[in-house]
Each structure stands twice: as structure tokens, then as C-alpha cells.
């Protein structure tokens, strides 16, 4: 069962934009939106934007000042707004989340299945 769901990656020309989405499904009690990661091939992931629960972000030095991480207003999703995309950003792009359902005594890690971002002209 796919507790987090993805949407928005693509195909894009560099200096382009893409709004990546992410959403939880079923009886939510809490969310709470961890950030953003990517993992090119032959590397490690790695974490892109973060988000704190009194909505602090923070941002690796690669995608600094082009990419914005924020919560949605429905209290279960979260999104990634890319723009002045590059061929470097090119990668699967993940959302973490932890999330406590109806019937949990304390909140899980989850990962999205991820969608891939291609950068190329």
C-alpha cells in the first residue's frame, strides 16, 4: 500500500521549472513533512530541502535560492517548487514524511516511490 504519493517530475529544458507534489492517503492522525531528497545515478541519495514543524527550511548549498520545499494547507502533503533547472538536478526525486495513522501508538517514517526529474535540452 503506497502511503505517500508522488507527482510532477518530467521532462524539462534547463532554466526550466517543475512543481513536485506529494501526498499521504488513508486514516491520517498526524503528518509531518521532513523535506525533499534526490538520488542521481551512481550516487547516494541525498537531502535537498527539510522542513521543520514550525516551518523552518533549509536548503543544500546545490539547490539554494532555485528550489522552495513548503507544506500543503490540507495538513497531509507537501511540495517542492524547482526552478532554474540544471542537468546536474537531474535524479529521483523522493518526499519523506513521518506519519501517524489511525490505529499507530507513534508515527512512522515514509518514503514517496519516487519521480524522476530529467534535465536535458
Known amino acids: 500500500q503506497v502511503r505517500l504519493v508522488e507527482s510532477g517530475g518530467g521532462l524539462v529544458q534547463p532554466g526550466g521549472s517543475l512543481r513536485l507534489s506529494c501526498a499521504a492517503s488513508g486514516r491520517i492522525v498526524s503528518f509531518i513533512a521532513m523535506g525533499w531528497y534526490r538520488q542521481a545515478p551512481g550516487k547516494s541519495r541525498e537531502l535537498i530541502a527539510g522542513?521543520?514543524?514550525?516551518?523552518?527550511?533549509n536548503y543544500a548549498d546545490s539547490v539554494k535560492g532555485r528550489f522552495t520545499i513548503s507544506r500543503g494547507n490540507d495538513g497531509k502533503s507537501m511540495t517542492l517548487q524547482m526552478n532554474g533547472l540544471k542537468p546536474d538536478d537531474t535524479a529521483v526525486y523522493y518526499c519523506?514524511?513521518?506519519?501517524?495513522?489511525?490505529?499507530?501508538?507513534?508515527?512512522?517514517?515514509?518514503w514517496g516511490q519516487g519521480t524522476q526529474v530529467t534535465v536535458s535540452s
Open positions: 519523506n514524511a513521518n506519519i501517524r495513522y489511525v490505529g499507530d501508538t507513534l508515527p512512522q517514517n515514509y
Open positions: 522542513i521543520t514543524p514550525n516551518g523552518t527550511t
